[in-house]
């Protein structure tokens, strides 16, 4: 398993360190690195990521602490470790107890104190990332991870099959791949163990609400990454109204 970590940092040699530091650890990593908070968001909201590690005084208007709130909308229960010369325990109150940080780091630091907070945070993203749903025709089946997962579609009446649209692994891009169902999308729901990871948007759709970039009023679509462009329904727009 590779794991993908973003760094939120304005100095290049906390960048570098934290980045040795990953290196150091015997896993499979790839590190994504920002400067700012919008640069951060794009790539958060382009990659999946499971750890993140975030300095709160950054060289513009915006903190860490403002990130963290906003990709708290889409990864709620993702690790974040912040590495901070800001050690006031007011922003460690509002980190731990408003953000739900797993872990505050005072600059300077030493590297067995980022090694034990990664260590910890890697269970945490392997538990997120075992979180699986499995999909079968005929004589295949196949076992998607929840994360992967873009949008499903239920074929036209009578077909009893849907059509998974999802990020692979083994090529970098996504892929479709038709599988049958018994009756109807409430059935493919109730396979996800977690009811935040994907939700209805149309009787004939299923999309994951972490990939949701957007909202064409004229057509009545939802914009997700890669300009993936799917049909949302009247009745089912308050499942997806706080990602919009």
């Known amino acids: 398993m590779t794991f993908s970590f973003l760094i939120l940092e304005d100095e290049q040699q906390f960048i570098n360190k934290i980045d040795s530091v990953i290196k150091s650890m015997d896993i499979n990593s790839k590190v994504l690195t920002a400067y700012n908070v919008e640069e951060a968001l794009k790539k958060a909201y382009s990659t999946a990521i499971d750890v993140f590690l975030v300095d709160i005084n950054l060289n513009e208007p915006r903190t860490g602490l403002d990130f963290i709130r906003e990709v708290r909308e889409e990864y709620p229960l993702s690790p974040v470790i912040i590495i901070s010369a800001l050690s006031e325990i007011h922003h460690k109150i509002t980190a731990f107890n408003d953000l739900k940080v797993l872990g505050y780091i005072d600059k300077p630091f030493e590297n067995e104190q980022v090694i034990t907070d990664l260590l910890k945070a890697l269970e945490i993203a392997k538990i997120i990332n075992n979180r699986t749903v499995t999909f079968k025709r005929q004589n295949f089946a196949r076992t998607y991870r929840t994360k992967d997962i873009y949008c499903i579609q239920r074929m036209p009446k009578g077909k009893k099959r849907i059509v998974v649209t999802a990020y692979d692994e083994t090529t970098g891009d996504l892929a479709t791949d038709e599988f049958s169902i018994k ?62």
């Open 183 to 244: 009756s109807s999308l409430a059935e493919v729901l109730e396979l996800f163990l977690n009811d935040q990871d994907v939700v209805r948007c149309h009787q004939s759709w299923i999309v994951n609400p972490k990939y949701i970039r957007g909202f064409d009023v004229n057509k009545e679509e939802l914009i997700l990454v890669n300009n993936i462009k799917i049909p949302l329904g009247d009745t089912y727009k308050h499942n997806v109204a706080s990602f919009i």
